[in-house]
């Protein structure tokens, strides 16, 4: 199965884009809105090779010519604006809107994605607005964005909205399983941490990826544990340099309080995340409630400040200080 049919989780979507083919009524302009890794730039490539698949008109066949080459993004017709740096600029807009002034070069329907929409500037922004309100023939544009909020209102009302939602973790787990081969257990556990995004839990799937963050949630844990202040602060000079990776691994141990809090409330049973690490868990549980709940509070407000652009040296002491007193 290839094509819109082929899209994971998102039936309410693609159920939009088909029926409006269907009746031939597809509108010019869409936002697709929904969390990061969920599908959005997944759905506006199928799209693409909906309307110009030559074995599938209305849902693709992911073999034929054009479908091919949209998917390898070598389609003249099918356009991809990702940001030039932090920003998608006025230029990359105006060359963009330039090429759609004329009919498609090879395909029946051009289709335009930008992709994060809320990556373009006030001036790309302005430029694009300009184009959605008198849209060229056999042209559609797609904006996809985490954060809708952040386009003007103005760009915003030229679209037909359309919502992505999280992917269940049934359905992710079923995908590892299928396409990269994962044992239950282990895609089980990625589907948890991956918070309904496909992406996401192509990430930590890798190389070593999740196997690197659960050691070094394990590494926090552990360097709190009948340690000096001292010590303390020594592990979390180690430690802020793995900034790529802290993050994550900060949400890991979080995640790992919250199954060992599940577990001392005596409501672990199927919803552990960690599923594999019962004995862990277990250990963890010991600690109580109260104390449990403690911790979890002091990984968010370190997660929080990581997010705030706070030193990460300065957010793990003050984390691991904490920690070391529940």
């Given at each position: 199965m290839k094509g819109l049919s082929a899209i994971l989780g998102q039936e309410g979507a693609v159920r939009v884009l088909m029926r409006a083919m269907a009746a031939r009524k597809l509108a010019s302009a869409y936002l697709f809105e929904g969390a990061a890794g969920v599908g959005k730039a997944t759905t506006?490539?199928?799209?693409?090779?909906?309307?110009?698949?030559?074995?599938?008109?209305?849902?693709?066949c992911g073999e034929c010519e054009p479908c091919t080459k949209i998917e390898r993004g070598l389609h003249p017709d099918y356009l991809v604006v990702l940001p030039d740096g932090a920003f998608i600029k006025i230029a990359q807009v105006r060359q963009v809107t330039a090429r759609a002034?004329?009919?498609?070069?090879?395909?029946?329907?051009?289709?335009?994605?930008l992709d994060p929409a809320d990556a373009m500037?006030?001036?790309?922004?302005?430029?694009?607005?300009?184009?959605?309100e008198e849209p060229p023939a056999d042209t559609h544009f797609v904006l996809c964005s985490a954060a809708p909020e952040r386009l003007p209102v103005t760009v915003r009302s030229r679209c037909q909205r359309v919502r992505f939602v999280p992917l269940a973790a049934a359905q992710v787990a079923a995908y590892l399983a299928r396409e990269r081969g994962l044992a239950a257990a282990q895609a089980q556990v990625v589907a948890a941490l991956a918070a309904g995004s496909l992406a996401r839990a192509l990430a930590l799937c890798e190389g070593e990826a999740l196997t690197r963050r659960r050691a070094e949630a394990r590494r926090i844990e552990q360097a709190v544990r009948g340690?000096?202040?001292?010590?303390?602060?020594?592990?979390?000079?180690?430690?802020?340099?793995?900034?790529?990776?802290?993050?994550?691994?900060?949400?890991?141990?979080?995640?790992?309080?919250?199954?060992a809090l599940l577990e001392a409330a005596g409501a672990g049973g199927g919803r552990l995340v960690n599923a594999d690490s019962r004995a862990e868990i277990a250990e963890l549980a010991a600690l109580g409630p109260d104390r449990l709940q403690r911790r979890i509070a002091a990984v968010a407000e370190a997660e929080l400040g990581l997010r705030g652009n706070a030193s990460p040296q300065l957010c793990l002491e003050r984390m691991m200080l904490r920690l070391r007193e529940c």
């Open positions: 506006a490539r199928a799209l693409a090779q909906a309307l110009n698949c030559e074995r599938a008109p209305g849902s693709g002034a004329y009919r498609p070069h090879e395909g029946r329907v051009r289709v335009v994605v500037n006030l001036e790309a922004a302005n430029a694009l607005l300009k184009t959605l340690r000096t202040i001292g010590e303390v602060i020594g592990a979390a000079a180690e430690l802020k340099d793995d900034k790529d990776t802290l993050p994550e691994s900060l949400e890991l141990l979080r995640v790992l309080y919250r199954d």
